[in-house]
């Protein structure tokens, strides 16, 4: 007893900590505009020593999406330094070039290991779980193995990782035993036995390198998955991460299984374009995997529970009436006034699954700052929507949001201006903030 209480204790020191760090942390970087390290699709010589290993590492590497954080912007591949941006502070993210002083280079696999099963780094000190070793303890030591023998011959950059900025007390690693007491168990990956090949191998990605639920799993109060709710969504930096069981409204139940592979291949499908750091998951990562584990990607979500629906809201009339106006406006030449978009170019308003999360986070974020779709290998060109923060008021965004989250079949609580102005104020779009904010139409 005097052992837990010890740890909620300490856990409650970390509580802001876990909840920016584990809450879905991201680069601090625009969304969409990572270039891909050519190293990540460089191919091996078959006279290369270990072969077949570097290759799978490789894979491996771009299955778990190591580039997003550990790629500074505009720097070297793999190099590490990206900020990593928490609510309560800066974690810089590590150098896994074969650097020998910085970088990985004279790491040994066993310490390669744990700190993906256990959270341990090499000099034995806890890792934040920034980095999802959550997630990563799923992994088998093979496959650890492969990843390391591949980051080994990514050429050396000597680059110190920049000290974390991080307030006190949140800077002691030694309170993450609490955390972890409390909410970590290591356990590489079991095969659910009642399951099909494809099914365990998709939990086996979503699950473990994927580590999806790093943002699509909601959490707790001290920053820890909410296991009951797992892949019903989450929030991160101002984006919502959208809910992926199968809930038809919210989920991907409206979805087939070839839907899910095109999206995650092309970064487009019928029913939606990724955008906002899931562009660059799409653009580094899954656009970069084989069909056969996108397919096996798309099997093990179609067989999770929906999730929950929200109960009906009440809709004000005047809001929808102005925002029909601002929509008719400023919308539809892109999105049709009947919602229905142009599939693979400007996805459909009607039926959207992310434009109906309880939170309206993301629509709100795209309408004032505009959005990029993820450039990949068989859609190289990416789509742009503008930014209107400097045509619409708070309360238009307000009136728009709630018109299109009401209109054409779609269902969502409506958004006030009160909102719209936090999010304005969080993207720095305040200083072009319309002084008219009467919310009586363009």
């Not at 070793?133 to 030591?141: K, L």
């Not at 229905?340 to 992310?354: H, K």
């Not at 742009?384 to 400097?390: D, G, L, R, T, V």
Request: with cysteine; charged share 15%; glycine share 10%.
């Amino acid at each position: 007893m005097m052992m837990r209480t010890l740890a909620i204790t300490l856990a409650v020191f970390i509580l802001a900590l876990a909840a920016g760090a584990m809450g879905g942390t991201q680069p601090a970087r625009n969304p969409g505009q990572l270039a891909l390290p050519r190293f990540l699709t460089q191919p091996v010589s078959d006279k290369t020593p270990n072969a077949d290993q570097i290759r799978r590492g490789q894979y491996l590497v771009r299955l778990g999406d190591c580039a997003a954080c550990h790629t500074p912007q505009g720097g070297p591949s793999f190099a590490g330094g990206l900020g990593l941006n928490t609510p309560f502070g800066v974690i810089y993210s590590t150098n896994l070039t074969s650097d020998r002083e910085t970088g990985i280079g004279a790491l040994s696999a066993d310490k390669f290991y744990a700190a993906l099963h256990d959270g341990i780094g090499p000099k034995g000190l806890l890792i934040y779980p920034a980095m999802p070793y959550t997630a990563f303890t799923r992994v088998s030591r093979t496959d650890s193995d492969a990843m390391l023998a591949y980051l080994k011959t990514v050429p050396a950059v000597h680059r110190p990782r920049p000290a974390n900025r991080l307030p006190f007390p949140l800077n002691f690693r030694f309170l993450l035993h609490g955390w972890n007491f409390l909410f970590f168990s290591p356990g590489t990956y079991q095969p659910d036995p009642a399951k099909s090949a494809d099914w365990n191998r998709g939990a086996y990605i979503v699950n473990g390198l994927g580590h999806c639920g790093a943002c699509h799993t909601p959490k707790n109060f001290l920053g820890s998955d909410k296991a009951s709710k797992a892949l019903q969504g989450g929030n991160l930096d101002e984006w919502v991460a959208p809910d992926l069981t199968t809930n038809a409204r919210t989920g991907l139940g409206a979805w087939t299984a070839n839907d899910i592979v095109e999206y995650l291949k092309t970064g487009r499908n019928r029913h939606a374009n990724a955008g906002g750091p899931m562009a660059d998951v799409v653009t580094n990562s899954t656009s970069l995997m084989d069909d056969r584990d996108l397919r096996a990607i798309a099997v093990y979500l179609q067989d999770q529970p929906a999730g929950p629906s929200d109960s009906a809201h009440d809709v004000d009339a005047g809001a929808m009436r102005r925002g029909k106006a601002v929509y008719s406006d400023a919308c539809a030449s892109c999105h049709m006034l009947e919602g229905g978009g142009q599939p693979r170019t400007f996805p459909p308003i009607a039926g959207n699954m992310m434009l109906q999360q309880s939170d309206p986070a993301s629509l709100i974020h795209l309408i004032l700052a505009g959005g990029r779709s993820a450039p990949t290998p068989t859609r190289p060109t990416a789509l742009s929507m503008p930014s209107f923060a400097w045509k619409l008021t708070d309360q238009q965004v307000a009136d728009v949001s709630t018109y299109i989250r009401n209109s054409w079949g779609n269902r969502a609580a409506p958004v006030d201006a009160g909102t719209v102005a936090g999010m304005r104020k969080r993207l720095g779009l305040d200083v072009i903030h319309r002084t008219d904010n009467s919310g009586d139409g363009p």
